[in-house]
């Protein structure tokens, strides 16, 4: 069972005026629920247990795109750091997938994956899946069985946060950052209609935000 730092339902968060948030978005937030700084130092601590589990072996990390690229930059920051000052290395490439499943706050049914017919290059591979978020799970799922029709060596999956949610299929990813409540979120590359990704906290999206960046 993967460790993780819990954010519980009631937690009351940081009021925005603590922390350097852009301007722009000042009336669109609720509050910061994890700081960039708290991402930072979970995200060293999960590439130390990669590494630990994975080192020896030639991973392809697999970034999931759009919203796992600040996830994945410095997830392989601290990998390379470790790589450089460690007994234990592992030799790293990268690739990338996009996957969508998401329209304005709502997640859909179908989901979308942009690059699948390239997968087929990591065939025999161990592969590292760097996600940003798992919800539901089932983006995940259909993700990990079309990789599976191309028998990679390995596949393991780390997501910074996990969704606790009713909709949940069950699915839990191998490493986890934080498991957080059922609110929509953004910051850290997590976006809601491309908005937000330029947010360097974590924060709860208000109601009024979801009706002014509708499309």
């Given at each position: 069972m993967a460790s993780y730092l819990p954010i519980a339902d009631d937690e009351k968060g940081y009021e925005l005026d603590l922390f350097c948030v852009p301007?722009?978005?000042?009336?669109?937030?609720?509050?910061?629920?994890?700081?960039?700084?708290?991402?930072?130092?979970?995200?060293?601590?999960l590439a130390r247990d990669i590494i630990q589990d994975m080192g020896g072996h030639?991973?392809?990390?697999?970034?999931?795109?759009?919203?796992?690229?600040?996830?994945f930059a410095d997830l392989l920051d601290y990998i390379t750091a470790l790589n450089q000052n460690s007994d234990k290395s592992v030799p790293l490439t990268v690739d990338f997938i996009r996957?969508?499943?998401?329209?304005?706050?709502?997640?859909?049914?179908?989901?979308?994956?942009?690059?699948?017919?390239?997968?087929?290059?990591?065939?025999?591979?161990?592969?590292?899946?760097?996600?940003?978020?798992?919800?539901?799970?089932?983006?995940?799922?259909?993700?990990?069985s079309l990789l599976s029709e191309c028998n990679p060596k390995m596949v393991k999956v780390v997501s910074l946060l996990v969704k606790r949610t009713p909709r949940s299929s069950g699915y839990r990813p191998d490493y986890i950052g934080f498991e957080v409540p059922d609110a929509?979120?953004?910051?850290?590359?997590?976006?809601?209609?491309?908005?937000?990704r330029d947010l360097?906290?974590?924060?709860?999206?208000?109601?009024?935000?979801?009706?002014?960046?509708k499309v």
């Open positions: 301007r722009h978005y000042e009336n669109d937030l609720e509050k910061v629920i994890i700081p960039h700084g708290l991402i930072m130092d979970r995200t060293e601590r030639h991973i392809v990390a697999l970034c999931v795109l759009k919203g796992g690229y600040k996830f996957v969508k499943s998401y329209c304005n706050d709502k997640s859909t049914n179908s989901v979308k994956v942009i690059g699948g017919d390239e997968l087929s290059s990591l065939s025999g591979k161990n592969v590292l899946i760097v996600e940003d978020i798992v919800e539901t799970g089932r983006t995940m799922q259909t993700l990990l929509f979120l953004v910051g850290y590359a997590l976006d809601y209609n491309e908005y937000f360097s906290h974590i924060c709860i999206l208000n109601d009024q935000a979801k009706e002014k960046y």
